[in-house]
């Protein structure tokens, strides 16, 4: 009896998603009908298609019942209120920010409760020192090949080429601070690490949390054991309350899209659709022909390595945060079979040092630059460019508009005008979604890539007890 109600469930499962796919496709056929005028269409038929199609959508999310498709279906939801109620849209952005707050509350405490727990609890520091070479290897070497393929796309598509400064450009540049390479090396190391708490300093705290682990180490068994329960306890802790905050992701997410198109509007979409065109095919491009057989030749079980990610990188994409998604990577990544002490390390140093998604922006932004201008950039100009990209790049990690700091710094380096970052950063949330969707992925990749160096991986039903953590409720 049991099997044939599960028979029935899927069959009634399946058909409701054939229905939500084919109401999408009609509303899209409509919609590609009247915007280019095949054939005019009423708005209030548009309008009712739209809708109708989310009901349908709503639907398949309460049979479907995982949070990955909830937060899909609150992303459609969000983009069709921000275009059909563009006022009440931009109030909505309080909810994705409580929901932003909310995770970069579990950051800190949990990092620290991991880190903490990884070092001390093994007293392999030795290890400590090889995952530490290993990572900055590794992420050297992906980050320059992404560089590199930024260069290239950009030198293919020409997106700056042609493009005529706006008379009415009269706006200032966001004020950002400049950084010379003491600052950028004192910016490492905190002074205090309440107040790099509170600044979201991610790679302040790392450093404090792996001085406080080696520490630990080092005192008698007496002294360690307590503490260690105490982090560990603590990690655990943060786990839960993530999961509890994710409860409120679906909605989070949705009213970070609604906000996005309400004040910018779905035709952003096609304002400088070449340069979009041009980092998402440079990213896609990254994902299929490094990260791809990276995963591929080191092992990694793909099929459930994208499951694992799916949720993370959703919510990357739509609140345009890596710290967004850091919680719940870290969770999926040890689900998937990479040990506590290995995610605790790689992950958050790989936030620091391996933003894939933010390098290979950096130089077509570079570029980019160039080219609207009118310089013309020979070859040898073009990779001395890259190679001041991969230090500051580095170097930069968590100072406030980081992206921004680096693009400043690399005109003002290179004799370039600061006009046309004005245009990037006019849909520089659009690319922000792509680009830090990459980063996350890079990141979870890193940590089963260093899991397999060390040979710590382990298939998920090989994982003990006392290694996993809390599993978010739904179920698929």
Known sequence: ????????????????????????????????????????????????????????????????????????IFMVIGAEIGHDFPQVAIHLQVLSKVFLKLIKAVVAPLLFGTLVYGIAGHSDLKQVGRMGWKSLVYFE???????????????????????????????????????????????????????????????????????????LALVKPAKREPMLKAVDSLSEVMFKFTNIVMYFAPVGVGAAIAY???????????????????????????????????????????????????????????????????????????????????????????????????????SIAAVFVAQAAGMHLTFGHQLLIVFTLMLTSKGIAG?????????????????????????????DELMDMARTSVNVIGNCLATVVIAKWEKEFRKPEETPVADEVAVFDYQD
Request: hydrophobic share 55%; charged share 10%.
């Open 141 to 215: 070497a992906v980050t320059t090949i992404a560089l590199f393929i930024g260069l290239a796309v950009i030198n293919i598509s020409k997106a700056g080429v042609g493009i005529v400064k706006p008379k009415e450009l009269t706006e200032q540049l966001p004020q950002v601070p400049t950084q010379s390479v003491d600052d950028i090396i004192l910016h490492i190391f905190p002074e205090n690490i309440a107040k790099s708490i509170a600044e979201g300093q991610i790679l302040q705290i790392v450093v404090f949390s792996i001085l406080f682990g080696i520490a």
């Open 260 to 362: 996005t198109v309400g004040h910018m509007g779905l035709g952003i979409l096609f304002y400088l659709l070449q340069l979009l065109i041009t980092l998402y095919l440079g990213l896609i491009v990254f994902l299929l022909v490094v990260l791809l057989p990276i995963a591929l030749i080191v092992g990694v079980p793909v099929k459930a390595f994208v499951k694992a990610i799916a949720e993370p990188v959703s919510i990357a994409f739509a609140t345009t945060s890596s710290e967004a998604a850091l919680p719940r990577a870290m969770e999926e990544m040890n689900k998937l079979g990479v040990p506590k002490k290995i995610v605790a390390f790689v992950m958050p140093t790989g936030y620091s040092f391996n933003l894939d998604g933010t390098t290979l922006y950096l």
């Open 399 to 427: 100072v406030p508009r980081a992206s921004l700091v680096i693009l400043l710094g690399t005109a003002a380096s290179f004799g370039m005008p600061v006009w046309p970052i004005f245009i990037i950063l006019g849909i």
């Open 1 to 72: 009896m049991r099997q044939i109600l599960a028979v029935l469930y899927s069959m009634k499962l399946k058909k409701t998603g054939l229905i939500s796919l084919v109401c999408i496709t009609i509303s899209a056929i409509l919609a590609t009908l009247n915007y280019y005028q095949w054939l005019i269409i009423p708005p209030d038929v548009l309008f009712i298609s739209r809708w109708i199609t989310i009901l349908t959508l709503i639907a398949w999310g309460f049979q479907k019942r995982t949070l990955t498709a909830w937060i899909f």
